[in-house]
T-cell receptor
Framework: DAGVTQSPTHLIKTRGQQVTLRCSPKSGHDTVSWYQQALGQGPQFIFQYYEEEERQRGNFPDRFSGHQFPNYSSELNVNALLLGDSALYLC???????????FGPGTRLTVL | GENVEQHPSTLSVQEGDSAVIKCTYSDSASNYFPWYKQELGKRPQLIIDIRSNVGEKKDQRIAVTLNKTAKHFSLHITETQPEDSAVYFCAASIRGGGNKLTFGTGTQLKVEL
C-alpha cells in the first residue's frame, strides 16, 4: 500500500520563474491538501482539493494555484516566484469522510 | 480565523521521564485535534488525534487530553526514549466543508540519556 508521494524532492528556481509540484495521495484517499512549511515553523495551509475542485483556501495570493486530476493526484503551481516562497511544500492526503491527514515527504523549493 | 498557540517551544527531559506539551485554540467550533511528530528532514507523522466528543485518548506511551471549556489540549509522553526526540506540532480543524489544519509553532523535544 503506497503512502503519499511527492515530486520532485528538491527544486532550485530563480525569482520570477514558475514551478509545478506534484503529489500522489495514499491509495484509497480522495482529498489532497497543500501546506507550506518555512524553516522552524509549523505548516501553513494553502488549499485543499476534492472532486477536482478547490474546496478551501488559506491566506495565499493568487500566484498559488492548483489542480486535482481524476485519479486524485494533484499539482501545486506557483507563478512569479519570490525569495519568500522558499520553503518545504507538503502534500497531505485524506478521505473525505475522515479528518485524518497523512503527509508526503515534501518538496524543498529554493528561490534564488 | 483559528489561532493555535503551543508551549513550550523547547523541552528537554531525561530518558524515562514524562513530557507534556500544551496547546490552546481560539475557535470554539474546532472539533478535531491531531498531533504530529516531525524528525529532522522528514515528513510530519500523525501520532495521535482526538475529536471534541472525547476528553482523553491513549495509545501506548502517548496520550492526549482535551478541555473544550478552556479550549486547550495536551500531549503526554510517558517513559520517554531517545527516539522520541523530534519536533512535535499540535493542530486544530473544524470538521465539515474541508479540514484545514491550523498548526501550532512546534515544540522541540530532546530526550537526554
Amino acid at each position: 500500500d503506497a503512502g503519499v508521494t511527492q515530486s520532485p524532492t528538491h527544486l532550485i528556481k530563480t525569482r520570477g520563474q514558475q514551478v509545478t509540484l506534484r503529489c500522489s495521495p495514499k491509495s484509497g484517499h480522495d482529498t489532497v491538501s497543500w501546506y507550506q512549511q518555512a524553516l522552524g515553523q509549523g505548516p501553513q495551509f494553502i488549499f485543499q482539493y476534492y472532486e477536482e475542485e478547490e474546496r478551501q483556501r488559506g491566506n495565499f495570493p493568487d500566484r498559488f494555484s492548483g489542480h486535482q486530476f481524476p485519479n486524485y493526484s494533484s499539482e501545486l503551481n506557483v507563478n512569479a516566484l519570490l525569495l519568500g516562497d522558499s520553503a518545504l511544500y507538503l502534500c497531505a492526503s485524506s478521505l473525505s469522510t475522515s479528518p485524518s491527514q497523512y503527509f508526503g515527504p515534501g518538496t524543498r523549493l529554493t528561490v534564488l | 480565523g483559528e489561532n493555535v498557540e503551543q508551549h513550550p517551544s523547547t523541552l528537554s527531559v531525561q530518558e524515562g521521564d514524562s513530557a507534556v506539551i500544551k496547546c490552546t485554540y481560539s475557535d470554539s467550533a474546532s472539533n478535531y485535534f491531531p498531533w504530529y511528530k516531525q524528525e529532522l528532514g522528514k515528513r510530519p507523522q500523525l501520532i495521535i488525534d482526538i475529536r471534541s466528543n472525547v476528553g482523553e485518548k491513549k495509545d501506548q506511551r502517548i496520550a492526549v487530553t482535551l478541555n473544550k471549556t478552556a479550549k486547550h489540549f495536551s500531549l503526554h509522553i510517558t517513559e520517554t526514549q531517545p527516539e522520541d526526540s523530534a519536533v512535535y506540532f499540535c493542530a486544530a480543524s473544524i470538521r465539515g466543508g474541508g479540514n484545514k489544519l491550523t498548526f501550532g509553532t512546534g515544540t522541540q523535544l530532546k530526550v537526554e540519556l
